[in-house]
């Protein structure tokens, strides 16, 4: 298990080298598949998890969203004005999402080639490439 785990939330920042993830308008059940998932890690470096859950901060989200941290995307769960920025955040080559709308996902399937069925996939995915 990390020795930290940093939960940052708008309009906080951290500014540190810890391995970083963001999650964007993840529900319920992912918060805990998160939370499992960073439970049962062996290695014992710091985390910073940056959570974006529909707050109305499109400042924040998009400076997030900057090419460089690994990014996970719950399509469905988005009802904020980050529905406006997402063909933007998908853009980006780190950036991963997950719908369960076919639509959606064909849709978004011409921008990026990023889907991801879950965010425990996501998160297996980041921590092999780390």
Known sequence: MPNKINLITPPDELHNN???????NINSEEQQTVSIFLGRQTDERDVNVYAYNNENNPSWLLNRINGK???????DNCTDTS???ISYMLSMNNVYYAT???NKKELYSLITTNYISNVNDFLKKVYDEQ
């Open 18 to 24: 810890n391995f970083s993830i963001n999650l964007i």
């Open 69 to 75: 941290t690994y990014t996970y995307i719950n399509l």
């Open 83 to 85: 529905v406006q920025y």
């Open 100 to 102: 369960n709308d076919v």
